[in-house]
């Protein structure tokens, strides 16, 4: 997950951080899903016993075209429907403190593959923290006008070859297509679920999946979910060309 460029104030993040917090309500408020899951069949096994029922429901196991969808395993270290289009505060329940050396940032616009890359103004931060499940060197977590869009788990355990199926079991989850490979620098190999090929639906929204890591090491491997769902009309309206104008600065 590439960090945004540009950085702001620490009196700025606090403000924002009270915007984030007042974004109360279901996950991403009466947004309509696309794809529609229909009559999916609920993960078993989903972490987070005492979640609601609605909240167990939330990733499904298979779409309405009878194909199989991405799986929560029953044993993962976060439960990634109780944190996928969530508000800070639910999701920092699942989550350890900030990291000491992290301060976080923000910046005002967001991007969706759709399949080209589409930025619209939004409120956007991120912040990394600890590990509470003790699983990963550390877990980043971005938000998008109040919600949680993507997670990233940094310093994956592991022993032998690296291996990005297996990187995604041990963050609890389970695809069922296969990713496009890219060596974007020395070193560094990258694994790409896009939205057909990782089929992972939260709460009727689309995640792509990028697995990487350096040198073939697990503690420099990273796997990300990140959101990469149709825009609504709200933010069709906000969507701006950064190369032009004002937005270029």
């Not at 301060?103 to 616009?109: E, F, L, P, S």
């Not at 939004?122 to 006008?145: H, L, M, N, P």
């Not at 389970?174 to 939260?202: K, Y």
Request: one cysteine or more; hydrophobic letters at 35%.
């Amino acid at each position: 997950m590439s960090r945004p460029p540009r950085r702001t104030a620490p009196s700025a993040l606090l403000a924002l951080a009270s915007l984030l917090l007042a974004c109360e309500g279901n996950p991403y408020g009466d947004r309509p899903a696309t794809p529609r899951p229909g009559d999916a069949k609920a993960v078993e096994g989903t972490p987070g016993s005492d979640a609601p029922a609605g909240e167990k429901r939330a990733i499904p196991l298979t779409h309405a075209d009878g194909q199989p969808l991405a799986k929560v395993l029953a044993d993962s270290p976060l439960p990634w429907a109780s944190m996928l289009g969530q508000t800070p505060q639910v999701a920092e329940t699942h989550l350890g403190p900030p990291k000491p050396d992290s301060k976080g940032g923000t910046r005002d616009a967001c991007v969706r593959y759709l399949p080209e890359r589409t930025w619209f103004h939004c409120k956007q931060a991120w912040q990394r923290y600890s590990d509470k499940s003790g699983t990963f060197s550390e877990i980043q977590v971005v938000y998008e006008d109040g919600k949680v869009t993507a997670i990233a788990l940094d310093g994956i355990p592991g022993e032998g070859p690296f291996d990005p199926k297996l990187a995604l079991k041990k963050a609890g989850l389970e695809l069922p297509g296969a990713p496009t490979v890219e060596n974007p620098d020395t070193d560094v190999t990258v694994w790409s679920w896009w939205n057909s090929a990782a089929r992972l639906l939260a709460h009727e929204r689309q995640y792509r999946a990028r697995v990487s890591t350096v040198g073939g090491a697990w503690d420099k491997a990273k796997v990300e979910i990140i959101l990469n769902d149709s825009l609504s009309d709200d933010e069709k309206s906000r969507v701006f060309d950064p190369g032009a104008g004002a937005d270029a600065e």
